[in-house]
């Protein structure tokens, strides 16, 4: 007899794995799952995700079905790094080279020369030549194609000043698909523990319960700025210990998803250093989106060099992707991981992961190339690249700045500065007598303020819940995506509703920590 195929007889693996950025806020949005905060999410907090998700579906439909009869006439997705989907135009250069490669045809049409810069012509012809048959419709090398490797080491060497080599690279489906290999990697059960920090970006939490390993989290430090402090790390690593759980590899965002700080040089040598004595793997998130002018990014690459560290020393995997940046392109699902320090038997076993997935997309391969060698001064398209990426990230300067002042400005919410990434992430001290009546509601105290500021405004933020807060602590994600031209707006009905909310529930507003 056929067993039924139902949610008890599921992989708990899979039922245990979380996504809070297409999760019960943001599902009413998007469909998505929901990330699961260290220490797993229980049963109410699965039904607070539905719950929005519902929502956010339903209100959709109800502002196409019925125009005007909501407080508000579209649903602003504040839950998601998705620049494109806010409005964000693609780089010139990067979409004309990507054109011409998919269309070869066109690079030999006259009137290709008027249309085209003529440093992205070269650049296709210059990538084709490098793809064999020049057809990117084919399957790759698992690794990635060898002559876009050699172009992101060579952008890497630029990048850092310490040499890179092509057979490091693996190229990867964004970010995400390299972290998931590595988690396969290193996660062997349920006692191999990884590092994380909280708040973290969902996909670290989500991969290590896939592939049935421990999460263990540091805490970041709200009053100093989101700080990394080597303290924590060393008191979550004993705790574990304590526990029998071995720690395999310690995850470091730089810049901070969802928290938007970025680690200064000191603080990486005392990361750097940790590793080195703990002998732990070291996992670096740097997706380099800088955007505040007095900060700069260093790779940790660059400072395990600079501290006289060769490949022997420390076991090292960087990864990149091309969906955020000034370039933003989240559906090409291009990036890549950079790996050092491992020995010549287990990149083959990293290379045997990256066969069964056949190969990264090869849209996604190019602009991942293009990324780490963007147009030179000299170059045709240098001006009008350097001024559309300098206009994205002023932009995202000006908006991240205005969001800021305005969450301040609020009773009772603290923001911090976001330096980099896409994201605020400001505490709420929540009246007592709305954490009660979040309570009577069965949902956390941040995911009923999200739900009723979505009802009331159609913002779409994200609960803090999501990501990981020190217990006690509430906080909302909100990214700076959004148009300038319509900041003002969205500040406007925030500060509406927050006044509103306030009345209703505000009593002696308490802060347990």
Known sequence: MATSVNVENLNPKVLKCQYALRGEIAIHAQRSLQFSSPGGQSSAEKHE?????????????????????????????????NPHSHGQQPVTFFREVLALCNHPCLLDKDETKSLFSA????????????????ATGAYSDSQGIKGLRDAIASGITSRDGFPANADDIFLTGGASL????????????EKDGILCPVPQYPLYSASIALHGGALVPYYLN????????????????KDAHSKGIDIRALVVINPGNSTGQVLSEDNQYAIVKFCKTEGLILLADEVNNIFVDNVKFSSFKKIIRLMGYSEDDLPLISFQSASKGSYGECGKRGGYMEITG????????????????????????????????????????????????????????????????????????????????????????????????????????????????????????????????????????????????????????????????MAKYRDQIVDTV
């Open 178 to 189: 390299g972290v998931h290999m590595i988690m396969q990697l290193l996660i062997r059960n």
């Open 222 to 237: 709200e009053s100093k700025g989101w700080a990394m402090e080597i303290s924590e790390l060393k008191k979550q690593l």
């Open 49 to 81: 995700d539905e719950d929005q998700e519902l929502t956010v579906e339903r209100l959709q439909q109800q502002l196409q079905a019925e125009p005007g009869s909501l407080p508000f006439d579209e649903i602003l997705y504040c839950n998601i790094g």
């Open 342 to 501: 491992f020995s010549a038997p287990v990149r083959e076993q990293i290379y045997k992961i990256a066969s069964v997935n056949l190969c990264s997309n090869i849209s996604g391969q190019i602009l991942a190339s293009l990324v780490m060698n963007p147009p030179k001064p000299g170059d045709e398209s240098y001006a009008s690249y350097k001024a559309e990426k300098d206009g994205i990230l002023q932009s995202l300067a000006r908006r991240a700045k205005a969001l800021e002042a305005a969450f301040n400005n609020l009773e009772g919410f603290t923001c911090n500065q976001a330096e980099g990434a896409m994201y605020l992430f400001p505490r709420i001290h929540l009246p007592q007598k709305a954490i009660e009546a979040a309570k009577a509601a069965k949902k956390a105290p941040d995911a009923f303020y999200a739900l009723r500021l979505l009802e009331s405004t159609g913002i779409v933020v994200v609960p803090g819940s999501g990501f990981g807060q020190v217990p006690g602590t509430w906080h909302i994600r909100c990214s700076i995506l959004p148009q300038e031209d319509k900041i003002p707006a969205l500040i406007y009905n925030l500060k509406a509703f927050h006044e509103a909310f």
């Open 119 to 134: 440093d992205a012509i070269l650049g296709a012809r210059q990538i084709l030549a490098t793809i064999p048959g020049g």
